[in-house]
């Protein structure tokens, strides 16, 4: 039982390192995003 309970406790850790490494992804994408739309905004 205690072996169980510490894949579940690593599982979730690297479901949690995946999310937050994804969220940085979109994070990066979604600033280049706006700053490609912004430049074409004011004509640069």
């Keep these: 039982m205690p072996i169980f309970s ?3 406790l ?3 850790d690297l479901l ?3 999310f937050f490494i994804t969220i ?3 994070s990066k994408q979604a600033v ?3 700053m490609i739309n912004t ?3 004011l004509g640069v």
Excluded: A, G, R, Y
């Design 39 to 41: 430049k074409c905004d």
């Design 10 to 12: 690593l599982t979730s």
């Design 32 to 34: 280049s995003f706006l």
């Design 16 to 18: 949690s390192t995946h």
């Design 24 to 26: 940085v992804e979109i």
């Design 6 to 8: 510490f894949m579940s």
